[in-house]
């Protein structure tokens, strides 16, 4: 076990840029994490990292940038309404498998697709190889998804506690329409773990 601690407190929830602005203020280095990250083969992309201030806060703000018309060649015949491309689960396995990254970072990007893989083929009733992203398999949702995986491994693998993590309320628009929050596969994937009711 680590003897280092990494404690979340997901006020709001915590998007995987947020995550990863997070682990840069904690020392990560951006160029080490982008590094690796080019050994995805995507291209088309680049990490923009700035000094923002919230309430008198200062902290790191992190986007993941995607060239536009890089990403409207390479992915005109899999998008929906032009918005995200099309992967599905295989392909993002392909796409994993072949990269430059570590066995273990690999393995915990892998498992992380695959949960959200089942939550969505439960959701839609098809088998889980046949799921189709659509957010998620947009290259952004890749980049913070793997870089997740890459920051712990950078920072040596902690032990993670979290928080319950709050859920929203209302009504969000995705690839498939309006649906309510908290969308029905983040249901499926929280199933079973504390949260939190705040109204938000």
Same mark, same amino acid.
């Not at 409207?72 to 392909?94: M, N, V």
């Not at 498998?97 to 970072?105: C, E, G």
């Given at each position: 076990m680590s003897s280092s601690v990494l404690y979340l407190e997901p006020i709001g929830g915590i998007a995987g840029d947020m995550f990863l602005a997070s682990a840069l203020d904690m020392g990560v280095s951006a160029q080490a994490l982008e590094a690796q990250l080019r050994g995805l083969k995507l291209q088309g992309w680049q990490l923009n990292v700035s000094k923002q201030k919230r309430h008198e806060i200062t902290g790191t703000h992190l986007d993941v940038v995607i060239d536009d018309d890089h990403a409207q060649a390479h992915d005109h015949e899999h998008t929906h309404e032009g918005a995200h491309p099309h992967r599905s689960l295989k392909d993002i396995r392909a796409l994993i498998t072949?990269?430059?990254?570590?066995?273990?970072?690999?393995?915990?990007?892998?498992?992380?697709?695959?949960?959200?893989?089942?939550?969505?083929?439960?959701?839609?009733?098809? &088998?889980?190889?046949?799921?189709?992203?659509?957010?998620?398999?947009?290259?952004?949702?890749?980049?913070?998804?793997?870089?997740?995986?890459?920051?712990?491994?950078?920072?040596?693998?902690?032990?993670?506690?979290?928080?319950? &993590?709050?859920?929203?309320?209302? $009504?969000?628009?995705?690839?498939?329409?309006?649906?309510?929050?908290?969308?029905?596969? $983040?249901l499926e994937i929280l199933k079973g773990t504390p949260v939190r009711f705040e109204g938000l």
């Amino acid at each position: 076990m680590s003897s280092s601690v990494l404690y979340l407190e997901p006020i709001g929830g915590i998007a995987g840029d947020m995550f990863l602005a997070s682990a840069l203020d904690m020392g990560v280095s951006a160029q080490a994490l982008e590094a690796q990250l080019r050994g995805l083969k995507l291209q088309g992309w680049q990490l923009n990292v700035s000094k923002q201030k919230r309430h008198e806060i200062t902290g790191t703000h992190l986007d993941v940038v995607i060239d536009d018309d890089h990403a409207q060649a390479h992915d005109h015949e899999h998008t929906h309404e032009g918005a995200h491309p099309h992967r599905s689960l295989k392909d993002i396995r392909a796409l994993i498998t072949a990269s430059s990254l570590s066995h273990r970072v690999k393995e915990d990007a892998l498992r992380v697709f695959q949960i959200i893989g089942e939550a969505e083929a439960k959701i839609h009733g098809l &088998p889980v190889d046949n799921v189709s992203f659509h957010e998620v398999g947009a290259v952004d949702s890749i980049i913070d998804i793997c870089g997740a995986a890459v920051v712990m491994e950078l920072l040596g693998y902690p032990t993670v506690y979290a928080s319950p &993590p709050p859920l929203g309320s209302g $009504t969000t628009r995705i690839a498939h329409g309006v649906v309510p929050v908290p969308v029905p596969a $983040t249901l499926e994937i929280l199933k079973g773990t504390p949260v939190r009711f705040e109204g938000l």
